[in-house]
């Protein structure tokens, strides 16, 4: 998607395993919590996440399409200029 459009595609599940495998990360213990226990991470720790990626970014377009999957919350959207 990068080369043909300049998009970067983040997966929630990509960002929560990474955060997960960093040893000393309070957030990965969380996450982990979670999965232990069969419940759901909760949305503020994956917004989180992508805050933490989308502020590393500088003069970049950034266009988010938050889809909660299986879910069925729904679907968000939000665009914004760094």
């Given amino acids: 998607m990068y080369q043909e459009y300049g998009y970067v595609h983040l997966s929630a599940g990509e960002l929560l395993r990474a955060e997960r ?9 969380l996450i982990e919590k979670h999965i232990q226990e069969g419940s759901i991470v909760p949305v503020e720790i994956t ?3 992508l ?3 989308t502020l590393t ?3 970049v ?3 988010l399409t938050v889809d909660n999957g ?5 679907i968000g959207s939000v665009f914004f200029l760094i």
């Fill in 21 to 29: 495998k960093k040893p000393d990360s309070e957030v990965g213990l």
């Fill in 47 to 49: 917004c989180q996440l």
């Fill in 51 to 53: 805050q933490q990626v």
């Fill in 57 to 59: 970014a500088t003069n």
């Fill in 61 to 63: 377009y950034i266009y």
């Fill in 70 to 74: 299986w879910r069925g919350d729904g």
